[in-house]
T-cell receptor, first 115, second 113 residues
Framework: ELKVEQNPLFLSMQEGKNYTIYCNYS?????LYWYRQDPGKSLESLFV?????AVKQEGRLMASLDTKARLSTLHITAAVHDLSATYFC???????????????FGTGTRLKVLA | DAGVIQSPRHEVTEMGQEVTLRCKPI?????LFWYRQTMMRGLELLIY????????DSGMPEDRFSAKMPNASFSTLKIQPSEPRDSAVYFC???????????FGPGTRLTVL
């Protein structure tokens, strides 16, 4: 079964602290995405990671990909209140069962940064 | 660019009624996706199109759901008849290529009473 799991599901952290969100997926994927969703809003793309060892950074967020471990991380540095949102990872992979590409989203991590 | 446009933004209907959700993708994007988001099931891909052709509809929950893309600038998701468990936020997204970042519309919040 194709599964994408994130942990933690909920994260409450103080401003200025660092933390990491983890995204594990169950089968080989050729790329991984991170999205952000503010409450009541749509999803916004943050990063696309294309290969093993890929690292991308934007402001206080840094994403990395380890395809061998089937693991991606989203690291938050010195959190600020504006980062409060739900973060999703998603994988893109070929299903050998159906012969079509699948897009599977993780469960999401709801982040709340406390002032 | 206006981004992905969805209508209506909110829909309240009664069980048994037909519901049609509409989406206009970003011009030039060859892929269009329909997702459903609920608290219980998270974000689920229902169906996606490439150049107006449905590629994978394995996520469509039941025969009550159908989707069409008559041209490159318009798609519909229809539920007939609707049921309370269909209540969710439905997102449309588009992307230039198969594995490119998807651009999501604002969503349609559907409530079936």
């Amino acid at each position: 079964e194709l599964k994408v799991e994130q942990n933690p599901l909920f994260l409450s952290m103080q401003e200025g602290k660092n933390y990491t969100i983890y995204c594990n997926y169950s089968t080989t994927s050729d790329r991984l995405y991170w999205y952000r969703q503010d409450p009541g809003k749509s999803l916004e793309s943050l990063f696309v990671l294309l290969s093993n060892g890929a690292v991308k950074q934007e402001g206080r967020l840094m994403a990395s990909l380890d395809t061998k471990a089937r693991l991606s991380t989203l690291h938050i540095t010195a959190a600020v209140h504006d980062l409060s949102a739900t973060y999703f990872c998603a994988v893109h992979l070929l299903s050998f069962t159906s012969g079509t590409y699948k897009y599977i989203f993780g469960t999401g991590t709801r982040l709340k940064v406390l002032a | 660019d206006a981004g992905v446009i969805q209508s209506p933004r909110h829909e309240v209907t009664e069980m048994g009624q037909e519901v049609t959700l509409r989406c206009k993708p970003i011009s030039g994007h060859d892929y269009l996706f329909w997702y459903r988001q609920t608290m219980m099931r998270g974000l689920e891909l229902l169906i996606y199109f490439n150049n107006n052709v449905p590629i994978d509809d394995s996520g469509m929950p039941e025969d009550r759901f159908s989707a069409k893309m008559p041209n490159a600038s318009f798609s519909t998701l229809k539920i007939q008849p609707s049921e309370p468990r269909d209540s969710a936020v439905y997102f449309c997204a588009s992307s230039p290529g198969q594995a490119d970042t998807q651009y999501f519309g604002p969503g349609t919040r559907l409530t079936v009473l």
